[in-house]
């Protein structure tokens, strides 16, 4: 006669944690879409009065949007997250005759660029000094400091597949505050430290775009349509603020993307603007 009950048992068992599994997976979906909706809440780029948009770089991948006429004047360039070739950094070192710093700790390519000054680096940028396996990590701040270009004019391209949060993180805000413009590539959606970060940015710059990379459209970043998205931040000191401009700005028609024979993912655009 036990043994009925002693079934019973099992099953209301088994479905109290076959309960408890479904319960969990609801509130981590939940608290991952409120996340990624922070997130997608803080990246509200707006109009400068003052910013004159150009595409620096490669027509697709590899190209970015910086103000223009707000680049000189210039000391130096950094590269972030370099490859084979360095599109932007060529563009940047000779229309403005300045060096480019490159960074990049796994590739052993080195780019060159005819009429053009790079200076290799075989590191990466990191929130601390140090080997982690073969490769050698420095700060932002540390490689600013050693190439002599602390409180100079310099502007800053990243792409280093989601080591920016820890490396911005560890950068002090006396340094943002002193980077005239810099243009990047942001990787993820799931980790709360992407919107310290993005705060943190804030603060000593504007966002003035923002552009979905079409080789990461996924439907589980949500409401964010992909999980790698360019923007751009110009220093609130040489920015000046267009207030009559609705926010989120427009999208520049000089984005592209960045593969040119896949189907784009951009956000709607507000009905204001349809």
């Known amino acids: 006669m036990k043994r009925p009950s002693i079934r019973m048992t099992f099953v209301i068992i088994a479905l109290a944690a076959a309960a408890a599994v479904v319960i ?10 409120k996340l990624r909706g922070a997130i997608l809440a803080e990246l509200q780029p707006v109009a400068l009065k003052n910013c004159t948009l150009k595409r620096f ?36 070192s000779r229309r403005y005759h300045v060096p480019v710093h490159q960074y990049d700790c796994f590739d052993p390519a080195r780019p060159t660029c005819n009429g053009g000054t790079f200076v290799f680096h075989d590191e990466c940028v990191g929130d601390r000094t140090g080997y982690r396996e073969s490769r050698f990590f420095d700060t932002l701040e540390n490689q600013i400091r050693k ?20 490396s ?27 919107v310290e970060v993005i705060r943190k940015l804030k603060r000593n710059f504007y966002l003035v775009n923002l552009h979905f990379n079409n080789w990461s459209c996924t439907p589980k970043a949500a409401p964010l349509p992909a999980w790698a998205y360019q923007v751009h931040w110009v220093n609130r000191r040489i920015g000046v603020l267009d207030t009559a401009m609705p926010v989120p700005a427009p999208m520049s028609p000089l984005n592209a993307p960045d593969s040119p024979t896949w189907p784009d993912c951009q956000l709607r655009p507000p009905r204001s603007e349809l």
Request: with cysteine; glycine share 14%.
């Open 147 to 166: 190439n002599g270009d602390t409180g100079r004019r310099v502007i800053i391209k990243m792409d280093i597949e989601g080591a920016e949060w820890d």
């Open 24 to 33: 969990g997976d609801l509130a981590h979906q939940a608290a991952g879409r």
């Open 57 to 92: 770089g490669s027509a697709n991948d590899g190209g970015y949007l910086m103000c223009e006429n707000l680049v000189e004047p210039l000391d130096a360039g950094y590269s972030y997250g370099v490859g084979r070739n360095d599109d932007w950094g060529c563009e940047v």
């Open 168 to 194: 911005l993180l560890a950068a002090p805000d006396e340094l943002l505050a002193s980077i005239l413009q810099i243009a990047m590539e942001l990787h993820g959606y799931d980790d709360p430290k992407i």
